[in-house]
């Protein structure tokens, strides 16, 4: 068979190949077509469309229909990356923010420095603490530090310290907030990270009953109120509160304060 | 003709188009790969053929009554193989059998008076690498050299060779294909 | 976009097998060995680079609504060249590589890089693109086939040289398929770790 | 495994032997992507069943009544992924129409079989084993049945590794291609133990 | 019949929180500083499900303030010094005993079941309406009263029987013993009710109350069974009992049952009879005390006095439990007082306590084994734990009586039942604020009541 | 005075994870004496050799992770113990060890540690040296049980765990009886196992094998590996049964019993995830389906038989 001849052969048979599969896929989908959302259709466009199920679910086509219903993350598809999760973001509204990252505050210092009511045998968490008798920390408001945020945390960002107090690695959070959401005693608290002073407590008890209990609590003696130069410092309820926007951060406070609960990052 | 009548033309045009070119270049690779691998096909069986005979100089296709492909041409059996002066020194031949995994496609040689094996080569197989791929390494053919077809069994059976560790079956195959087709020429012959 | 950091990306970040999981059944099946792993990375490497050229390229051509059957056309295409001439010319590789050759159509790697990259960049940045996911596909796989046929044939050797022997019984298992599944499993255990390590220092 | 295997042994192979995930590594994206959860992997699974057995049949027929005669074996390749995929596509809208029900439960699944590479390995290994057609369909079959035992049983183990801690660094892909290992690990030996 | 000491010395203060059921806090109707009589109400709320709060003795308000509950958490209590001399109010008879009468009595006279529900609204739940009756006896912690022979029992609690029948309206009526507790049986057996001989029947296979009633062709019957232990028995109880399932959200209330304990049966008695309000309550005091015995306290009494009563502490105490050891809550200070709620208490030596350190479930299944109402707690605590509570309702958690048992047989020492209770207590409060999006629980599924089933 | 505050139940049983793994450890003494007995000096160097690679490399990778070394708990005894048992004793000392690494490190504490891994450690360890170093594992001689002492001390085991099937059988009895292992599992096993030969015909080599009853006793009732679940342990113990059955058809003895099991460890997880019971008060599937065509009846014509009052 000559060269030729095996050339127009294939060519009519793959070209025909072709044409059969052309005319077919194009009737298909004209005749059975479905309303779908558009903008899954549109969600749909923008993924790559490997449909090689690396996101979790099957195919393309239902990771966009999830991440149109919000039950799946924007960034869930490996293969897109980071351009394609904007994209859907930019479809879906979801528009990521480009203001200042917040990340979550300890409103307590107590952790060892406060005493503890009893001995506690369980679960090593906050609200079953809560649950069995109102947590066991001496202050009512006091972090419990048993990481019920730890544990909330998807991203492994917070961990115990050594002062058995939380703390947040501000490179793994993503500000989702959950933490905050599972926190027990509302210890902690989104802050950005320019706002630089800080009330180490959340304790509205009385002085003499925070000093019973607390090395390191707010007694509500308005010494810093008194010596803050912006006007920045209001104690309410024996506790002091610091008004962000009017603090210039000048630390005349974090040095005066008797109890050494306020906090300079 | 309304627009997206058209558009579906156009793009059934397209995929046509592409099919067409994609087939073309096919087409075009296919010729002289194939040609190649005739060629290839060709040389390993000669090479081989003088492998497992280093003592002949030439060898004379044996065909059967099978009609292989549209040209006519017609199932070689084996080769007898003759010397420089055209004496005939030995048969030697293909032979397909399973083996662990899948074909095996064995190459052999045999002396004119059914005595010992020339030598083998393996042309091609699908058994597992690292344990059943070892029958086409010399340590392993190289002890069917000037075996005697007698002693063509595994050690274990009595046989001169040893089989190779964790290929039992592999090892099995090849002297089965070796000992059948002897077995065939000698009828054939005879 | 910077060609350079385009490339690199494509051998660390979008790494095709550690960085986006595309493309693992010709890495689990030809690492056997070192001279497989090559051969299946050029291979690739070639359909890669001429699919995504000719995607690029056609890419204001191509209907959309027929996109992925065109797509799958041409890399058939490559493909079929690229058996061919395997065959023909490296009968050895060929034989090892087996059907993984043929399969390379429907290896993610391609019609993932041709739809996410190739479709939307022109055909510069295709190529450099291609290049790099070639890239980390080779190394990747250099570095599978090397662990698994240094452990399981007792050395590696490079198209017929003998670079290294150890003296060690030789661990069968590992050119099993077994040995496969547990050397990546491994290698993405110590990436992932590597990877959190990084993320936690800020990186 | 070759022309003149019984359909026993085809059979043997296909699910166990030459068991396309875990010891043919054909389709492994699906494997990793969606066992999750057994409900899932029981729809990818039935899916491929089915789209296996039929892509077997109708390849082996156009193979061996359009390419042989043409001698356009060459052409296998690109004709066995066009079908396939335009395959899926049919099953897909025949489905959708007729068998809604099954259509929600199944039809989802169906796009992530054009790029399934097992779905191709059925084909091309029957076209390499020269299988005939009976031959062809059975191995397509086992090798679906293969598939889906595999997909159950790694999405029940995956299911149950939600319930235990791995380690963080395990997480994910590396846990699951270890849970591969062990798998692999069970089937290998049936090349030694089931006398073909 | 156990003997039951009266506890003579009177403690010197006494600690009456104005909330002992689960409901409304009442409000304080005294203050500082005035003088209390014995029996005079001091704390009362509009509200339909709360009981009336009363002063056990007789003395001073010292103050009003929160203090410690035994259910671990802190409440508003008045805090009584008392006098030496005793002044009582007038304790009258009810005369007038008609069904609408009755349930005021019952919220007048603060009658408040073991379990925490106010005993009028058990009996009289806002629009449901109830059809059985029943008195669980089937713990020994109940005892509840001082009788002085076991007939009299009998006879308090049948009597009892029929004013909570005639108080809910209800047409049938059961006493439910345990098997092991002949004591009682036999004390029941044979008893003459209406004209009518009364024989316990021991409950049977899957016969439910219904083949009894009609087989004894009486509306007020007496039955045993086994112990079911656990804090949330009453839906199991129920459905052991009557056959009839108790959905989500749900209470037997919500099926036409009242159960009501031995407590409230017989503070119901002697309000009816007596007059008295439900101002004291028997205790059992058991463990490392110097001498553990039943004892009939003054509500309100702290844990310390008690403890004294009974011979005060024996060595190095460690845990202090309300309720029982198997089920009940550790207190972190003695100076909680005995509540409405409170059945015993138990006196831990420190060396007894257990501090085994919890390693990861082995799936060893012991506790699925052990479990009563056929749960796989090992399953249901992997998912408390990581906070998929929707699955954990799924696995039927809710189901889950809290005996406790799992925990107990666990070897790998889980906390089995807290992480349950954890969960349990997530469910709840995702239904609380179902609203609000942002519910970590992220729960599904609605209320079974609504669905059915 | 500080009292301790935990949630109930405040009294609890006296069993630890640790008592379970030691008594098993002491359970398995007495095969062990008998194989030294049997196979003299090696036998103790493996056993020795295999212990201390599991006890090296449990705290070697605690250590690394910075995790509670958590030897003292007697799990990598035990599992360097059971190893030791199912490999040739005559083999190099480097088997064992790397395999107890292998099972250690690879089998138990890459899945997660104790109760988090699927696949038995000790099986997985057998497999892959199996597959690694073959003709090294198999074993020298096969036992052919003819005389009833035999029972007792196997002359022709070719393992340590086969030398006394009457041994592992009381050691499992007595650990059955103490409740520190499961019953439902051995005796759905046995019972499906006897079953099966007596309907292929095959002797009962199948079972009263030490090695198979070791499987079985110490390895099937693995908790870590097998079903949670009531019916699922019964389904597990049949599976074992069946699979132990066919590889033992076609495969010589150790292959068929480990293999079978290995094989059923991968089943297990879908075995338990598919047998969860109702709990009180809910219906089961079936009674789920009655209920479900019942309500679509009319009103009048339903055959209440759920509720009887
Ligand atoms: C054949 C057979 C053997 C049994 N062997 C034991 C046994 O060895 N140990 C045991 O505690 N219970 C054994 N039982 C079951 C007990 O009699 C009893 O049913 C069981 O302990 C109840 O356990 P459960 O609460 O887990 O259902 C066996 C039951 C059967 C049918
Ligand atoms: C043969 C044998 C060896 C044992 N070896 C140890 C050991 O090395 N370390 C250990 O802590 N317990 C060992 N035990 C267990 C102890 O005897 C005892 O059961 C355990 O330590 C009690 O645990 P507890 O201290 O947590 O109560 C062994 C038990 C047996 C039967
Ligand atoms: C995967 C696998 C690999 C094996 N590798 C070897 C090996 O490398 N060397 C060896 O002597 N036996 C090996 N064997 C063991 C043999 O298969 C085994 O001893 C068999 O029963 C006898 O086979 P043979 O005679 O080929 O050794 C291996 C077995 C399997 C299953
Ligand atoms: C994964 C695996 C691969 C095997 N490959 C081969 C092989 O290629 N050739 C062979 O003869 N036996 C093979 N066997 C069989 C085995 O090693 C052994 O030699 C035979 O079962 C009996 O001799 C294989 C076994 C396994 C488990
Ligand atoms: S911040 Fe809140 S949740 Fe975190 S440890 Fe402290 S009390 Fe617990
Ligand atoms: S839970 Fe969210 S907000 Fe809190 S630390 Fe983690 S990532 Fe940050
Ligand atoms: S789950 Fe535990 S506490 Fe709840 S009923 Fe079952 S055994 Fe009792
Ligand atoms: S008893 Fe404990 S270790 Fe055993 S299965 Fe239950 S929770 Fe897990
Ligand atoms: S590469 Fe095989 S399925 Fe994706």
Known sequence: MSLTTLIIQAMATLGGLGLVIGIMLIAASRMFKVETNPLVEEVVEILPGANCGACGYAGCADFAEKVVAEDAPLDGCPVGGFDTAKAIGAIIGQEVSESEKEYPYVRCGGGIRCVDRFDYVGIEDCTAVIMLSDGEKGCNYGCMGRGTCVRACPFGAISIDENRLPSVNKNLCTSCGLCLAACPNDILMFAKDSERVHVQCNSHDKGKAVKAVCEVGCIGCKICEKNCPEDAIKVTNFLAEIDQDKCTACGICVEKCPQNCIEMR | ?190 | MDPLSEFIRGITKDNPIFGLVLGLCPTLAVTTSIDNAIGMSAGTAFVLICSNLMVSGLRKQIPAAVRLPIFILIIATFVSIVKMVMEAYFPSMFAALGVFIPLIVVNCIIIGRAEAYANKNNMFYSLIDALGSSAGFLLVLVLIGGIRELLGTGGIAIFGTQLLSIPINPITFMILSPGAFLTIGILMAIVNHIRAKKLARGG | MVADASLFQIFMDGVFIKNFLIIQFLGLCSFVGVTKDTKSAAGMSGAVIFVMTLAATVSFLIYNFVLVPLKLEFLDLISFIVVIAALVQLVEFVVRKNVPSLYRSLGIYLPLITTNCAVLGVVLLNVLNEYSFIQSVVFGASAGLGYALVMLMMSGIRERTTLVNVPSSMRGLPHAFLIATMLSMAFVNYFGVIPL | MTNVYVMEKIPEKIIIPLKQHDGCLCTPLVSKGDMVAMGQKIGECECYDSASIHSSVCGEVISIEEAANPNGTKVNSVIIQPTEDVECVDFTPVKDVSASKLVDVIKDAGIVEHYGTPTHKVLKPEGKQIDTVLINATSSEWIGGHYDTSAQYAFQMIGALKLLMKAAGASKGAVVLRNDDLESISAFDHLRVDGKLLTVAPLMGKRKLSYYFKDQGSDIIVVSQERIYGQKILDLLTYNLTGRRVSFCCDPTDVGVAICGVKSAKALYDAVHEGRPYIETVVSVSGKVNSPKKILVKIGTPFKDVIDACGGYMGDTGKLIANGAVTGVAQYTDDVPVTKMTTSITVLSADEVIRDVSIDCTHCARCVDVCPVDLIPSRITAFADQGRFDECRQMNILNCVECGRCSAVCPSKIHLLQLIRYAKNSIENAYEDLSSKESPANLKLGCGCSGGN | MTFTISAPPHKKENITFKKIMWAKVLALMPVVLLSVYLFGLPAIGLVAASIFAAIATEAAIQKAFGQKITIADGHAVLIGLMVAMIIPPEVPLWIPMIGTVFAVGIGKHAFGGIGSYIFNPVLAAWIFLSLAWGSIMAPASYPQTSVLFELVLENGAGVMAGVSPFFILLAGAVLIFRRYIEWRIPVAFFVTTVLLAFLLGDSLSYVVLGVVVFGVLFIATDTSTSPTTKNGRVIYGIVCGVLVVVYGHFANYVDGTFYGLFLANCVASLIDNNTLPASYGTETFLQRKYRSIVSKMPFKDRLEVFLDD
Do not use: W
């Open chain 2, 1 to 190: 003709m309304t627009d997206s009548n058209k558009d579906i033309v156009i793009i059934i045009g397209k995929l046509v188009l592409i099919s067409v070119i994609a087939s073309a270049l096919l087409a075009v690779t296919f010729v002289p790969t194939n040609e190649q691998l005739k060629k290839n096909y060709a040389e390993a069986r000669t090479s081989t053929l003088a492998e497992v005979m280093p003592s002949a100089a030439e060898f004379e296709a044996i065909y059967g009554d099978t009609v292989i492909n549209d040209e006519g041409d017609k199932e070689i059996l084996y080769y007898r193989a003759k010397d420089g002066s055209g004496n005939l020194v030995g048969y030697a031949f293909f032979r397909k059998q399973v083996g662990a995994q899948g074909l095996i496609e064995v190459a052999g040689g045999v002396d004119s008076s059914f005595n010992a094996i020339t030598g083998i080569g393996i042309m091609a197989h699908t058994e597992t690498p690292g344990l059943g791929s070892k029958i086409a390494d010399d340590p392993f053919k190289s002890q069917f050299t000037n075996v005697k077809v007698a002693d063509l069994s595994l050690s274990k059976s009595g046989g001169a060779i040893d089989s190779i560790t964790g290929a039992t079956i592999s090892s099995q195959a090849v002297i089965d294909a070796l000992n059948e087709q002897v077995g065939d020429i000698k009828v054939a012959e005879a």
